[in-house]
């Protein structure tokens, strides 16, 4: 089992910066994958910005040269530095790990998700 918290969501003017965090704890396999997701009002959840086990990097597109995805494994952490937000970043943003990853992550999304968090809210006004 495996459980995803996230936290450092809230209200930022677009332009400004926020940093989630997700604290992962449980057992996951040497090859993985951790992503950001989000979900806006009346539309589908959708990739924001992925990190596989080797280090490996990927984003949307709509987020590439603004968003910054990490991880700390010393604190079971992964991290997603957003900045120069904009009103359409409003939305649910969730954690979500790929604990035995068969594929590599694509357009800032895992292969799959085997456990999702909460998700932290996420408003930016203009």
């Known amino acids: 089992q495996v459980r995803l918290v996230e936290s450092g969501g809230g209200s930022a003017q677009a332009g400004g910066s926020l940093r989630l965090s997700c604290v992962v704890s449980g057992y996951v396999y040497s090859r993985y994958c951790l992503a950001w997701y989000r979900q806006a009002p009346g539309k589908e959840r959708e990739g924001v910005a992925a990190?596989?086990?080797?280090?490996?990097?990927t984003y949307a597109d709509s987020v590439k040269g603004r968003f910054t995805i990490s991880q700390d494994n010393a604190k079971n952490t992964l991290y997603l530095q957003m900045n120069s937000l904009k009103p359409e970043d409003t939305a649910m943003y969730y954690c979500?790990?790929?604990?035995?990853?068969?594929?590599?992550?694509?357009?800032?999304?895992?292969?799959?998700?085997?456990?999702w968090g909460k998700g932290t809210l996420v408003t930016i006004s203009s």
């Open positions: 990190i596989d086990s080797d280090g490996s990097t």
């Open positions: 979500g790990a790929d604990v035995n990853r068969q594929t590599p992550s694509y357009g800032g999304s895992c292969g799959g998700i085997d456990y």
